[in-house]
């Protein structure tokens, strides 16, 4: 008798097909023309401090009050939700249960026959936002590779559309089940790519270690790995000679691990503290987390690679719209250990066993893994380095981003 385990994976890749414990996607598609109107009085109605009390520090106190006031002002004369919210509309959106969560996702598949699936996973204080402009180059046959994807983009549990997790203790490795359960049999994918950034790629990391026995994973593009970043003493005591790039790169760590662990630290400790002081507050949201937009970006004079306003007024407005600022900020908590201090590639088997990866090195980014340390974690056959570029790959340097991950099905 056909065991009921060989029944199930059967039917998983039937076409049309799913698992009788999860119900079919359904779809999805934003609506928050009526809250926004509710946000913008509140914006409105706000007020700021007519001057900086001390005034010349720049970013390193906080947010630019002349930012602050610039945002507020467009947000409530020159922002138009309507038509931003069209933008994110054009896209396929659906919604899963699995597991008891409620998961958002975009799957914009490719007209190509031949497409490779990839998930590309977020962090914070993004949201599926961050991926906006890779989707439909991912999903064309264009650059050097001639490969095109089927393009999966979900919110992470308790950011955005998807519900929150179900217990405090829900981890990377929890969620990383819960994408894998989407890809394979809510969506029937036998293989598929991961590219993740920030938590996104601490939850991208556990599914590219955690479903490689079998050939699930085909291959993971990252911009972090879940482990500490090392210092400046370790970088030189291993004779690693850096370029310029990530001389740029290494200093704003540097910065960020000396006056940038503010959030973090809170939000690991005091998530509800702090999640309750943000919420139903869209000025503090826009100074807490705008304010990291400007910081993790390259500094203007370079419009191509900062984030522009109605860029951030989206990921502002789509946190504050979905109430889910306190839910998301939970991720750190939920992860204490989110950095692993030892370079130790958890298996199965060696590194040299791992399906492959490509890094990308963006100038701009929050730390440093020179290749050396990457090559520990995982079987990079690419490590790229990129002169413009910051926290939000997707948004600000989405070209060399995509390229990248191009490169890598090269090695499928």
């Not at 996607?25 to 007519?50: C, E, G, H, N, Y």
């Not at 996104?200 to 994973?217: E, K, L, S, W």
């Not at 440093?368 to 997707?394: I, S």
Request: hydrophobic share 40%.
């Amino acid at each position: 008798m056909l065991h009921w385990k060989a029944l199930s994976a059967a039917l998983l890749f039937v076409p049309g097909i799913l698992a009788a414990s999860h119900a079919p996607p359904k779809r999805f598609k934003i609506d928050l023309s009526t809250q926004f109107k509710r946000l913008k009085r509140q914006v409105m109605d706000a007020r700021l401090p007519d001057a900086e009390l001390y005034p010349g520090n720049g970013q390193q106190k906080g947010v630019p009050l002349e930012s602050l006031r610039a945002w507020k002002e467009l947000w409530v004369t020159g922002y138009d939700w309507d038509k931003e919210q069209a933008k994110l509309n054009a896209f396929d959106h659906f919604t899963a249960d699995i597991e008891g969560l409620n998961i958002h996702f975009i799957h914009q598949k490719s007209k190509a026959k031949d497409a490779v699936p990839i998930i590309l996973l977020h962090g914070w204080p993004g949201s599926f936002q961050e991926f906006i402009p890779m989707i439909t180059p991912l999903t064309q046959k264009n650059g050097s590779t001639g490969v095109a994807f089927d393009v999966v983009v979900p919110s992470l549990p308790g950011f955005v559309f998807s519900s929150p997790a179900k217990t405090q203790n829900w981890t990377v490795s929890d969620t990383a089940r819960v994408f894998n359960t989407l890809m394979t049999v809510v969506l029937g994918y036998e293989k598929y790519a991961v590219h993740g950034t920030d938590w996104g790629a601490a939850v991208g990391y556990a599914m590219y270690t955690m479903f490689n026995t079998n050939g699930t994973i085909l291959g993971g593009s990252f911009d972090f790995v879940p482990f500490f970043p090392p210092s400046r003493a370790d970088i030189e005591a291993n004779n690693i000679t850096l370029l310029p790039s990530q001389e740029i790169t290494l200093q704003k760590f540097e910065d960020w691990d000396t006056t940038g662990m503010d959030y973090f630290n809170m939000l690991t400790n005091k998530p509800d503290d702090l999640g309750y002081t943000l919420y139903d507050n869209p000025i503090a949201q826009l100074a807490f987390i705008g304010g990291k937009f400007l910081l993790w970006s390259q500094p203007p004079p370079s419009p191509l690679y900062t984030p522009n306003n109605s860029t951030i007024l989206t990921a502002i407005s789509l946190y504050a719209l979905t109430d889910s600022v306190v839910s998301a900020g939970w991720i750190y908590a939920a992860n204490r250990g989110g950095f692993a201090p030892q370079y130790v590639y958890p298996g199965p088997g060696s590194v040299e066993d791992a399906p492959p990866m490509v890094f990308s090195n963006f100038a701009y980014n929050l730390a440093l893994w020179p290749e050396e340390y990457v090559k520990k974690v995982g079987r990079v056959v690419a490590y790229r380095v990129h002169d413009n570029g910051g926290h939000f790959a997707g948004l600000d340097n989405p070209d060399d981003l995509v390229e990248d991950i191009r490169l890598l099905a090269s090695f499928f």
